[in-house]
């Protein structure tokens, strides 16, 4: 089987968590993901072998796994788009199944296996890890722990916003973070409260922090 020559690439994401760096560093940067993507995690040899030297400034966005580097957004992308491709093809066998039976009903059958499966894979639906969630608010010029405490809150009420199940975790994520600039913090009953956290800590965002572990 050939490898899958595409992955989901966010854009916006991208712009953002490399606003720092210099035109060559991004380029160093987009080169490594895409080697990443076809040839897996990488080795100290081979980044040297395809950069032309060693770029610690750049391998802050990868984590040293058994000797070898890995971009955790580029892996769970990877992976995501392999089960979405599975999904397909799944969905492909029902097809035909379907209509060898009742072309009746065929599209109302393939749409609900279509739309389930949609569901399950897009990427804006809930996280699948707390590195995601992370990396996300650093991308966003917040904090770790206010990472932290959307992660936790939001997993310990089922991802829920009010009583709906969570449809876009990122636009969650970016609502939390200015409220959070606000010195506002998610309610119980309501989905911001505006009367703070109650410790009188002010909190400032200045410049760019990205720490990605």
Not at 57 to 83: A, C, P
């Amino acid at each position: 089987m050939s490898k899958d020559p595409a992955v989901l690439f966010y854009t916006s994401d991208f712009l953002v968590g490399t606003a720092p760096m210099t035109w060559e560093e991004k380029g160093v940067y987009i080169t490594l993901l895409c080697y990443q993507h076809q040839l897996g995690p990488l080795s100290k040899e081979q980044i040297t072998k395809i950069v032309g030297y060693f770029p610690d400034k750049i391998l802050v966005k990868f984590r040293l796994e058994n000797d070898k580097y890995v971009n955790l957004r580029m892996r769970e992308e990877t992976k995501r788009r392999s089960l979405y491709c599975e999904s397909r093809k799944k969905n492909a066998k029902k097809a035909h199944r379907a209509y060898a039976k009742h072309m009746d009903n065929h599209m109302e059958t393939i749409t609900e296996d279509i739309d389930t499966d949609i569901k399950s894979y897009l990427p804006n639906n809930i996280p699948d890890t707390i590195d995601r969630v992370i990396e996300f608010f650093t991308n966003n010029v917040s904090t770790k722990e206010e990472a932290e405490k959307y992660f936790d809150y939001f997993k310990s009420n089922g991802w829920k916003v009010g009583r709906s199940s969570m449809k876009d975790w990122q636009a969650a994520a970016r609502n939390w973070i200015r409220r959070s600039k606000q010195g506002g913090t998610y309610g119980r009953n309501e989905g911001v409260s505006r009367r703070g956290t109650g410790t009188n800590e002010s909190k400032k965002y200045d410049g760019l922090e990205r720490v990605i572990t």
